[in-house]
């Protein structure tokens, strides 16, 4: 039920309307204020060149994004986002969006190391990854991280699965991704013989989906069969590669007949960590677990005596290709958080003339033995 004291014909038909674009009592308490000033609520369906669509109680209409449109990448509006938008005018300005639940970023390519949004106010972050070519687990590793961090859930959905015939060898391949996501949800789906898609549709059902993955992933047909009608653009991929070309060109969210929302994204070519760390170390969990059992709270987990991490990896429990796709990952969003993290810049640069300092000292211990 919605909250009856907001019984404007106007607030009616929003709740009418939106209700199956997200809105809930939640979102309808925090834009208050903005009715109170003759402000409607919408979804952001859609955003370019400065424009976005926004589906609002009248249906979608296009806005300017002039008004909230500031020097912070992570604050421009976003697909998913809740706009306050002016009721009339030509043009109609968004005047500013809800504060968001949760938030899809990932770096830039750019060597200024900003972050960018990909899609607001997500529930389930779906990443698309094709049997038809070799799994990569370090990938599936990378957008887990970024899904965690969002605040969604991920779901790892195995395309194609029609291109692997063979159950065995198919049950060993989600055996792989299992293994690569702890606590994360497998499921094999096939576009062409509809394998799957029935749990998948169950699952977008309940609220915001984006639709994850590199260029051939099957991302768009996989959206074709959940909205039951070929909306989105498909392209043959290469045989080469399993690499298709970006059908998909804008993120485009879409309400799904069985319930729910979608939101389609470009095939990602990068896929950066930013502001990760909780992320990583959800997709990595059990070595997490084993790092709170090694001797030293600060254990690097390279040669440290008593290190629970390294120990795991001899016995075999821990596979070495996790814990170096840990270290890489770690690694690789401690350097972009000390771009931006000036404190954090002087902690690693401290770090880093003492370990030098330990190294010289010891090279000079070992000289002066020799002598």
């Not at 770096?107 to 899609?119: F, P, V, Y």
């Not at 194609?160 to 299992?178: F, G, I, S, Y």
């Not at 909306?231 to 045989?239: G, K, L, N, S």
């Not at 120990?311 to 969003?333: C, F, I, W």
Request: hydrophobic share 40%; glycine share 10%.
């Amino acid at each position: 039920m919605f909250n009856a004291s907001l019984n404007t014909s106007s607030t009616s038909d929003a709740q009418h309307v939106l209700a199956s674009y997200g809105w809930d009592e939640g979102w309808e308490a925090e834009f208050a204020p903005y009715t109170a000033q003759g402000l409607v609520p919408g979804r952001v369906v859609r955003v370019d060149r400065g424009q976005c669509d926004v589906m609002t109680a009248d249906g979608i209409v296009r806005a300017d994004t002039a008004f909230v449109t500031p020097h912070d990448p992570l604050r421009v509006i976003c697909t998913g986002d809740w706009a306050a938008v002016e009721a009339a005018g030509n043009p109609r300005y968004v005047k500013t969006y809800l504060p968001r639940r949760t938030a899809f970023v990932r770096s830039t390519s750019s060597q200024r190391s900003e972050g960018q949004i990909l899609a607001a106010n997500v529930d389930h972050a779906i990443i698309a990854v094709s049997l038809a070519v070799e799994l990569d687990l370090g990938r599936i590793e990378r957008f887990l991280a970024l899904a965690w961090e969002s605040g969604a859930q991920p779901l790892v959905v195995l395309t194609k699965a029609d291109l692997v015939p063979d159950p065995v060898t198919l049950a060993h391949l989600v055996q792989d991704v299992e293994t690569t996501a702890p606590g994360v949800g497998v499921l094999t789906v096939s576009s062409h013989t509809g394998e799957g898609t029935d749990v998948l549709a169950a699952v977008v059902a309940g609220g915001t989906s984006v639709l994850l993955g590199i260029s051939g992933a099957g991302k768009s047909t996989l959206a074709n069969a959940l909205l039951g009608a070929d909306v989105m653009e498909v392209r043959a991929t290469r045989d080469v590669d399993g690499k298709g070309r970006h059908t998909t060109t804008t993120r485009n969210l879409l309400a799904l007949p069985g319930g729910g929302v979608l939101i389609d994204t470009p095939g990602l070519r990068g896929v950066g960590l930013w502001d990760a760390e909780a992320g990583v170390g959800q997709v990595f969990s059990e070595i997490e677990e084993y790092a709170a059992r090694c001797r030293f709270h600060d254990c690097a987990h390279e040669a440290e005596p008593g290190c629970a991490v390294l120990a795991a990896v001899g016995s075999g429990a821990l596979p070495e290709r996790r814990l170096e796709s840990y270290r890489k990952l770690m690694r690789e969003n401690q350097r972009i958080v000390a771009k931006t993290d000036a404190r954090l810049r002087s902690e690693i640069r401290r770090d880093w003339r003492l370990k030098s300092a330990v190294g010289r000292a010891n090279h000079a211990a070992k000289r002066g033995g020799r002598a």
